[in-house]
């Protein structure tokens, strides 16, 4: 890692005295570092090149009183940035805003918001997307978006509702994340600037299977493995159960999850994750751990999913966000285990239905009318 300091900037940015006529040791002096533990330039860049808490690399001295489990190396971006929170949990480095999109689940997203309130590092503001005020549980102070129904429609809302916002994180109504997950992300999105979107590491995914309980997840939680120091690595793209993108290209290029996938909009995280890739890179954020509970209630019929494995993909792939390969993978795989399993199904997915649904998929591209779209007219 290479770093170029010009004098210019050093007052505000090491808060040293500018009239220093060597400002690299008044650095190496502000920051406790010697020749022995300043790190060697690596060649690396871009996610996971900065060095680790604790690995050595940074001395141990550099340390914030009101967090210390802060980084030495965030810590030194706060500085140099001139907007580190000085023992004010009120002034963070970015703006970090949550955004939740529910309906038909009141009391499942009640408790996913409420487990908002154990993270190390608040979010700075929550917006919860909701068509009618019947779809979450309870008095709050977080702000309620009501009106838009869709998966899509409701993320574009939140999109709108977060101006000041530099980076939004979205959950699934039914996703619990650790106490440190937001602090991990925001360690990742402060540690590479070229980092446009990120998603965390998933340590039990009930989708595919009957389900966790919240109680459960905490459970899960407590020893979420050797993660607290796991670097980032490059993925495809980000995982809609808990996303998050960096703000600023976002509105500079005008994007907006794609209304044309109604209803579930199922891989409109590819979409999106790919749409924002071509500004800077996507990572998993393994030290950013959750767990998706995968509650069944509230999705949609099993025809207009199997309808949605076929259509959406190839949708997709006519847009060019999604590469052929993997979407063909990804229908064959799905087809053949709703057909595998159509006979005798698992007591918690419609294989029977999803298998209807990807029969008249095929059916409207031989009439030439597949079209994500039809599934709002289908049961």
Not at 240 to 264: H, K, Q, S, T, V
Request: charged residues 25%.
């Amino acid at each position: 890692m290479t770093v170029v300091l010009t004098r210019i900037h050093l007052g505000s940015w090491l808060r040293i005295d500018p009239a220093n006529d060597n400002p690299l040791d008044a650095a190496v002096q502000a920051w406790g570092l010697s020749g022995k533990n300043v790190p060697a330039a690596s060649g690396r860049t871009g996610v996971g090149a900065a060095p680790r808490a604790g690995s050595g690399q940074w001395p141990a001295t550099r340390r914030d009183p009101a967090d210390p489990a802060v980084s030495p190396l965030t810590l030194m971006r706060r500085d140099m940035s001139g907007d580190g929170h000085d023992g004010d949990p009120s002034r963070r480095v970015l703006r970090l805003a949550v955004g939740i999109a529910t309906v038909g689940r009141p009391q499942v997203a009640r408790t996913t918001v409420d487990r908002l309130s154990r993270q190390s590092r608040r979010p700075d503001q929550i917006a919860v997307s909701i068509p009618t005020r019947g779809d979450f549980e309870g008095e709050t102070d977080i702000r309620l978006l009501i009106g838009a129904r869709g998966l899509t429609a409701q993320r574009n809302a939140i999109l709108d509702a977060v101006p000041d916002a530099d980076v939004i994180c979205f959950f699934d109504d039914d996703f619990i994340p650790h106490t440190d997950y937001l602090k991990a992300l925001e360690e990742a999105f402060l540690a590479d600037p070229t980092l446009v979107g990120g998603t965390g590491l998933v340590v039990a995914d009930g989708i595919i299977g009957p389900g966790y309980s919240a109680a459960e997840a905490d459970r899960l939680l407590e020893s979420p493995g050797e993660v607290a120091f796991a670097e980032p690595v490059p993925v495809y793209s980000a995982y809609g159960c808990n996303m998050a993108f960096r703000l600023d290209r976002i509105r500079a290029e005008r994007l907006r999850f794609d209304e044309r996938l109604p209803a579930y909009g199922w891989l409109e995280d590819v979409d999106f994750s790919r749409r924002v890739a071509r500004f800077g890179s996507l990572a998993q954020i393994r030290a950013a751990v959750g767990v998706h509970l995968g509650v069944k209630g509230g999705r949609q019929s099993g025809r207009r999913f199997g309808y949605s494995q076929v259509a959406n993909p190839i949708y997709l792939v006519r847009k060019g966000s999604y590469d052929w390969h993997r979407a063909a993978w990804l229908m064959g795989r799905n087809i053949a285990m709703n057909l595998f399993h159509a006979p005798r199904p698992e007591p918690h997915i419609d294989r029977r239905g999803r298998l209807a649904g990807n029969i008249e998929a095929f059916a409207d591209i031989l009439r030439g009318r597949l079209n994500p779209a039809r599934i709002a007219a289908m049961s």
